[in-house]
């Protein structure tokens, strides 16, 4: 028969595992936010940066090409080659928005991991839920999504500003 102390002492470690449970539920929940804010704000960040530079370049064309029109020895013909160019720079747009979409799917994902883990009282205290490994899929998938979409916005800035510039040359050249 189990004596008052050894009872008490079970109510002690009993209260000091579920204490331990506690700070590891708090501080999992603790990280999932920090870097939850810390993904979203970056990713966001990034991509409207992409969207600024696209859609800025785009801009800064047309304006370039709306002095060129102004005057009178003008090749229209060469015009039209610069104004090709801007389909870079739009399609770079859209793709960073495609991204903004992404990121925002990735880190729902994201909290769908969290969600999705059971919380107990006995260590490790969290474990992964029948869903878990599901959505750890799900949001690797979007996360490289996301990252090459982003890359291939500014590979379309480069390729833009490259255009550009050589039909710049080129028009000016004549």
């Known amino acids: 028969m189990a004596t008052e102390l050894q009872i008490e002492e079970g109510k002690w470690l009993h209260n000091l595992k579920r204490e331990d449970a506690n ?34 370049a785009a801009i800064a064309v047309l304006t370039f090409l709306g002095g060129v029109a102004a005057k009178e020895k003008i090749d229209f013909a060469q015009v039209g080659l610069v104004a090709g160019t801007i389909k870079w720079f739009a399609v770079g747009v859209a793709l960073a928005v495609f991204g903004i979409a992404l990121a925002y799917l990735t880190n729902y ?27 750890r899929r799900i949001n690797r998938v979007l996360h490289i999504f996301a990252i090459t979409v982003a890359i291939g916005s500014l590979l379309l800035f480069l390729i833009g500003m490259n255009n550009t510039s050589n039909s710049i040359a080129h028009m000016l050249a004549k």
């Open 109 to 135: 994902a994201l909290t769908e991991i969290a969600s999705s883990q059971i919380n107990n009282w006995d260590h490790p205290y969290i474990t992964d839920g029948p869903n878990t490994k599901r959505w």
């Open 23 to 56: 700070r590891a539920h708090d501080t999992n929940r603790d990280f999932h936010t920090y870097v939850n804010k810390s993904s979203v704000e970056t990713a966001n960040l990034t991509l409207r940066t992409l969207v600024v530079i696209n859609g800025g």
